[in-house]
């Protein structure tokens, strides 16, 4: 599924994931954002790893010095442009996130939340690595998954985009355990705290892991 998001999952129908999302899902949106907005200041400049088209830099701009977004889907970023505003203050590119076209230490605080180490079918120690080089010592980068707590709601969703077209039929033979699969070859899975802790110690770094709200999981490095 390496080109699901940019093929099949991009700008408006990306964006009606999230308009049909339940309530609790919703309220676990907001949480993510929520946390990451407690991690910058005026003086931020933050780069979002899988930025869509837009949806959490809306939010993280007024709070911050620069914004950056890359995403694989040149329909998203487009999307973005209008979505987010605020010219002046965001910069957009279409670039694959396992090669970063950044130099070292170029922010402040880098983010891919909302699943993103998963649905980006990439191999994630290279992602982690990439995420670190950019960000400057003593910045941040967050990565987040789903807790198991939230799996029937999780699922639940993935139903209500099922039904809508957006993603393929469930094949309930090989969903759970934190698992979902499509029909149509999108699958969908998560990262827990053992293997957020696997792969940046692999890197030689120690995280901490925090749970938030029973819904989010976030891996927080904190650079030497």
């Known amino acids: 599924?390496?080109?699901?998001?940019?093929e099949n999952l991009a700008a408006e129908r990306l964006r009606a994931c999230y308009e049909l999302a339940p309530a609790t899902v919703k309220a676990y949106l907001e949480t993510e954002i929520d946390y990451v907005l407690?991690?910058?200041?005026?003086?931020?400049?933050?780069?979002?790893l899988g930025c869509g088209y837009g949806r959490i830099l809306q939010r993280l701009i007024p709070h911050v010095s620069m914004?950056?977004?890359?995403?694989?889907?040149?329909s998203s970023?487009?999307?973005?442009?209008d979505f987010v505003g605020h010219a002046e203050l965001l910069r957009l590119a279409q670039m694959d996130a396992l090669d970063l076209?950044?130099?070292?230490?170029?922010?402040?605080?880098?983010?891919?939340?909302?699943?993103?180490?998963?649905?980006?079918?990439?191999?994630?120690?290279?992602?982690?690595?990439?995420a670190v080089r950019v960000t400057r010592s003593g910045g941040t980068v967050l990565f987040s998954?789903?807790?198991?707590?939230?799996?029937?709601?999780?699922?639940?969703?993935?139903?209500?985009?099922?039904?809508?077209?957006?993603?393929?039929?469930?094949?309930y033979q090989h969903t759970g355990n934190g698992?979902?699969?499509?029909?149509?070859?999108?699958?969908?899975?998560?990262?827990?705290?053992?293997?957020?802790?696997?792969?940046?110690?692999?890197?030689?770094l120690s995280p901490?892991?925090?749970?938030?709200?029973?819904?989010?999981?976030?891996?927080?490095?904190?650079l030497p």
């Open 67 to 74: 914004a950056f977004g890359i995403d694989t889907s040149f």
């Open 179 to 204: 698992v979902i699969v499509c029909t149509d070859g999108f699958r969908a899975t998560t990262v827990n705290a053992a293997g957020f802790m696997g792969l940046t110690r692999a890197l030689g």
């Open 1 to 6: 599924m390496p080109n699901y998001y940019a």
């Open 101 to 130: 076209g950044f130099r070292d230490g170029a922010f402040d605080l880098t983010i891919c939340i909302q699943n993103g180490i998963s649905a980006f079918a990439v191999d994630k120690q290279r992602l982690c690595a990439e």
């Open 208 to 222: 901490k892991i925090v749970e938030v709200d029973h819904s989010s999981l976030f891996c927080e490095i904190v």
């Open 145 to 171: 998954s789903y807790c198991d707590s939230f799996w029937p709601d999780r699922l639940k969703w993935f139903e209500i985009q099922s039904t809508h077209g957006l993603i393929g039929a469930i094949d």
């Open 38 to 48: 407690r991690k910058t200041s005026t003086s931020t400049i933050v780069l979002e």
């Open 77 to 81: 970023l487009r999307m973005a442009r």
